[in-house]
């Protein structure tokens, strides 16, 4: 499957906590990109993290990607209860007919409780 | 600079009827690409749009449709639509997308369609 699978499917934890997110894949890829959706809305841009990097950071997320093991996390520290969302991984796939194509895993929906 | 925008933000139809949605991309961006979310499948990629070209499609039947306009507007238009439409339909601009590197999407708020 070319799709993402993450892990957990949800994650409750109290505000400060650090939340973690992890995402596999089978296919090669050229990027893969971080979202959050908060309750059925649009879709925020987190992080893209290309195939030839290990590992990014923007404020409090942290993004690393393995590609020998085709896997990524996402790491948010400090976490608030406005962090209460949900957060997808999305392949770029390489090659083929790959214009403007993410494909998206299942999401993570994390709870921050205050 | 303005985000991507989605008209209307809400539509209910009944089995049958045909919609058409709209997307605004963000100035400059030339490509754009629609996606379906369910509860069920999830994100789903629908199509792209570059320079009023499809590009792109995804596994849907042919009652999916979309088109770009020269100023990189783009609407999608779905037919005979059935209860299975019902989903929230997401559109994302971006500045290029080849195939060898997609770019960042920015999403709009998506167009909520219910069919009764």
């Known amino acids: 499957s070319q799709q993402g699978e993450e892990d957990p499917q949800a994650l409750s934890i109290q505000e400060g906590e650090n939340a973690t997110m992890n995402c596999s894949y089978k296919?090669?890829?050229?990027?893969l990109q971080w979202y959050r959706q908060n309750s059925g809305r649009g879709l925020v841009h987190l992080i893209l993290?290309?195939?030839?990097?290990r590992e990014k950071h923007s404020g409090r997320l942290r993004v690393t990607l393995d590609t020998s093991k085709k896997s990524s996390s996402l790491l948010i520290t400090a976490s608030r209860a406005a962090d209460t969302a949900s957060y997808f991984c999305a392949l770029a796939n390489a090659g083929g007919t790959s214009y403007g194509k993410l494909t998206f895993g299942q999401g993570t929906i994390l709870t921050v409780h205050p | 600079k303005a985000g991507v925008t989605q008209t209307p933000r809400y539509l209910i139809k009944t089995r049958g009827q045909q919609v058409t949605l709209s997307c605004s991309p963000i100035?400059?961006?030339?490509?754009v690409s629609w996606y379906q979310q369910t509860p069920g499948q999830g994100l789903q990629f629908l199509f792209e749009?570059?320079?009023?070209?499809?590009?792109n499609k995804g596994n849907f039947p042919g009652r999916f449709s979309g088109r770009q306009f020269s100023n990189s507007r783009s609407e999608m238009n779905v037919s005979t639509l059935e209860l299975g439409d019902s989903a929230l339909y997401l559109c994302a601009s971006s500045r290029r997308a080849t195939p060898l590197d997609t770019d960042t999407q920015y999403f709009g708020p998506g167009t909520r369609l219910t069919v009764l």
């Open positions: 296919t090669s890829i050229n990027n």
């Open positions: 749009y570059f320079s009023e070209t499809q590009r």
């Open positions: 993290i290309r195939s030839n990097e």
């Open positions: 100035s400059g961006h030339r490509s």
